[in-house]
Nanobody, 114 residues
Framework: QVQLVESGGGLVQAGGSLRLSCTAS????????IHWYRQAPGRSREWVAL???????QYLNAVRGRFTISRDTANNKVFLQMDSLRPEDTGTYYC????????WGPGTQVVVST
C-alpha cells in the first residue's frame, strides 16, 4: 500500500503563501482521488480539496480561488499551493486517499498569524 507524508508547513503572516507537499511511497497513478484535509485546534477535520486522476479538481468554498491542488504523477507527489492565507487557515493539513482502507499522512502544521 502507498503511504503518504506531508511537508511544507510553517508559520506565515496573513496574506502570505505556503506550498504543501504530499509525497507518496509508491505510484499514485492509479489512485482515483487524493485529498487534502485540515484540522484546526479544537475542531473536527475538514475536507479542503481533491485532485482526481481524471477530471477537475474540487475545492472547499472557503479556499476556492486561493488554494490550488496539483498532482505530479511522475514523481508521486501532490501539492497544495496556498495563497492569500488567513488566520482561519491555521491547522494541521493532511493528505488522504482510500482504496477501501483509509490512508492518512501524519500531517504538517500551518500557522497563519495576524
Amino acid at each position: 500500500q502507498v503511504q503518504l507524508v506531508e511537508s511544507g508547513g510553517g508559520l506565515v503572516q496573513a496574506g502570505g503563501s505556503l506550498r504543501l507537499s504530499c509525497t507518496a511511497s509508491g505510484s499514485i497513478a492509479d489512485i482515483k482521488s487524493i485529498h487534502w484535509y485540515r484540522q484546526a485546534p479544537g475542531r473536527s477535520r475538514e475536507w479542503v480539496a481533491l485532485t482526481p486522476n481524471r477530471g477537475n479538481s474540487q475545492y472547499l468554498n472557503a479556499v476556492r480561488g486561493r488554494f490550488t491542488i496539483s498532482r505530479d504523477t511522475a514523481n508521486n507527489k501532490v501539492f497544495l499551493q496556498m495563497d492569500s492565507l488567513r488566520p482561519e487557515d491555521t491547522g494541521t493539513y493532511y493528505c488522504y486517499y482510500t482504496d477501501g482502507v483509509d490512508h492518512w499522512g501524519p500531517g504538517t502544521q500551518v500557522v497563519v498569524s495576524t
